[in-house]
């Protein structure tokens, strides 16, 4: 019984520091710096926020993923790069055998980079809600705006330059 008692105080501990540390993810806003790592793309090519983005791109679930692939149709990276856009994904929660097997050969196919963060410990700071897509927009790395968009034609409103 005694065993019981401990086991039920260690997990009821475990759950508030679970808890109390999923609350205190720090969230990118207005006014901030954005510094990312080198990150590699769906072509294990090494990539970087360029000082030039004006527009970061996120998508972090499948809904948000599809939202950014409607709204770049027909987009190749020339495009992504002309226009100062930069699409970076977290595709974390993904198991890993889905996303080498299945989930990256498909962004293969894609004309343009998607910047990706694996292990989900990169891009957890930057704010997001399921099935939408944030859109950074920053000013020599310097967050001006933070928008969170549900509709492909949303996000290329948003994107003035598309």
Not at 10 to 20: A, D, I, K
Not at 83 to 105: C, E, G, K
């Given at each position: 019984?005694?065993?019981l008692?401990?086991?039920?105080?260690?997990?009821?501990?475990?759950?508030?520091?679970?808890?109390?540390?999923e609350?205190?993810?720090?969230?990118?806003?207005?006014?901030?710096t954005?510094?990312?790592?080198e990150?590699?793309?769906?072509?294990?090519?090494?990539?970087?926020?360029?000082?030039?983005?004006?527009?970061?791109?996120?998508s972090?679930?499948?809904?948000?993923?599809?939202l950014?692939?409607?709204?770049f149709?027909?987009?190749k990276?020339?495009?992504?790069?002309?226009?100062?856009?930069?699409?970076?994904?977290?595709?974390s929660?993904?198991?890993?055998?889905?996303?080498?097997?299945?989930?990256?050969?498909?962004?293969?196919?894609?004309?343009?980079?998607?910047?990706?963060?694996?292990?989900?410990?990169?891009?957890n700071?930057?704010p997001?809600?399921d099935?939408?897509?944030?859109?950074?927009?920053?000013?020599?790395?310097?967050?001006?705006?933070?928008?969170?968009?549900?509709?492909?034609?949303?996000?290329?409103a948003?994107?003035?330059?598309?």
């Amino acid at each position: 019984m005694r065993f019981l008692n401990i086991f039920a105080v260690f997990s009821l501990l475990l759950t508030s520091w679970v808890s109390v540390a999923e609350t205190a993810k720090p969230t990118l806003t207005v006014g901030q710096t954005l510094s990312l790592p080198e990150l590699n793309d769906q072509f294990d090519k090494k990539q970087t926020l360029l000082p030039s983005t004006k527009w970061l791109v996120f998508s972090h679930d499948m809904d948000s993923s599809k939202l950014v692939k409607a709204a770049f149709e027909n987009k190749k990276s020339d495009d992504l790069l002309a226009a100062n856009v930069q699409y970076y994904a977290d595709i974390s929660a993904m198991p890993s055998l889905i996303s080498r097997f299945i989930a990256i050969p498909k962004m293969k196919k894609l004309a343009y980079p998607v910047i990706m963060d694996k292990e989900g410990n990169v891009l957890n700071a930057i704010p997001k809600t399921d099935d939408h897509v944030t859109v950074l927009t920053l000013n020599n790395g310097n967050i001006t705006q933070v928008n969170i968009v549900d509709t492909s034609k949303a996000l290329k409103a948003l994107i003035k330059s598309f």
